[in-house]
């Protein structure tokens, strides 16, 4: 993989297994610092902070998938950090016309100071990294979303205190999400269990890298031994984005619906989380996600938080 360490402090984020314990705890002490900040601004979601830590630093926006919660809370979190934006989308580029990833990154490298990119494939996130001169910035691929997973430990820190030994429950499909999640078991020292279908399960040699990491992380088929006395349950849509099976996936993972009678089988003052956007009715019900014991809404307004803290981890401010 690709070395997140660039000249000048500057540093990719790529996945959560790319950066050290400590880095990934600086980066949620330092979302949580920066909210703390914007709320004593009476949450005007014009806010700026008063440093501007980023004054005159550019960020290259890149979607070659659409996008709601990504897009808004990365140029949301360069405003407010005194920073300017530019959105990509893949048909207004040279590169949804076949120019090279590595000619982008070099071009790009020469107008801004940071890309973020949302892409198809991680191959072109790695191929990105290897070919830029300035700090790329995983926004999710089909391999992991490690932005989205940074917001669920600050949502599960505000709300039920350090994570560190406590259990999370994934249910569900084993997809970039989860990986995510299972880099983050390793670096953040919590348990993680995984309910899903065998071949819908996580890479090996994800689950195998968590497992050489000393990360407690366990893959089972069975939903109500993965949620027994967990502190958090989680899922995740069950077809996503360029899935053309979504037939045989919603049969497949039927059983999986996070419900009332899994939540049931968590801790009573277990959190429900979801990285939106949500389908009721399948991969959770409405009573469920609804409920009290779900914070989907903090979660989304963390992924703004969070993106700050990434930025300006990645330009070593």
Request: charged share 25%; with cysteine; glycine share 6%.
């Amino acid at each position: 993989m690709t070395d997140y360490k660039l000249k000048q402090g500057h540093r990719h984020f790529l996945d959560i297994s790319s950066i050290s314990p400590e880095d990934a705890r600086e980066i949620i002490e330092k979302a949580k610092a920066l909210k703390k900040a914007a709320k004593e601004q009476n949450q005007s979601k014009g806010f700026v902070h008063p440093d501007a830590p980023l004054r005159d630093q550019a960020l290259a926006m890149i979607f070659e998938k659409p996008s709601t919660r990504t897009r808004v809370s990365f140029e949301m979190a360069m405003h407010q950090l005194g920073g300017k934006s530019v959105v990509l989308q893949n048909h207004d580029m040279q590169l949804g016309r076949g120019e090279s990833v590595s000619d982008t990154a070099k071009v790009l490298s020469g107008f801004v100071d940071a890309i973020m990119l949302r892409a198809n494939s991680h191959e072109a996130l790695l191929e990105m990294a290897e070919a830029s001169t300035v700090p790329i910035i995983n926004a999710l691929t089909d391999f992991s979303h490690p932005c989205q997973i940074m917001a669920d430990i600050l949502t599960f820190e505000e709300h039920a205190g350090s994570i560190k030994g406590k259990k999370i429950a994934w249910s569900g499909d084993g997809n970039n999400v989860a990986v995510s999640w299972i880099h983050a078991a390793v670096l953040f020292d919590c348990e993680l269990a995984v309910a899903c279908p065998k071949e819908y399960a996580p890479l090996e040699q994800v689950v195998g890298w968590a497992k050489n990491n000393g990360g407690k992380v366990s893959i089972t088929e069975n939903p109500v031994d993965a949620a027994k006395d967990a502190d958090c349950v989680i899922t995740d849509t069950f077809v996503s984005m360029g899935d053309e099976d979504a037939d045989k996936r919603l049969k497949d993972l039927e059983n999986y619906q996070v419900n009332a009678d899994l939540m049931a089988d968590a801790k009573p003052s277990a959190l429900f989380m979801h990285c939106l956007p949500a389908h009721r009715g399948e991969e959770v019900t409405a009573d469920v996600i609804d409920g009290p014991q779900s914070v989907i809404w903090d979660e989304a307004e963390n992924r703004l938080h969070i993106q700050k803290a990434i930025l300006m981890w990645c330009f070593g401010k």
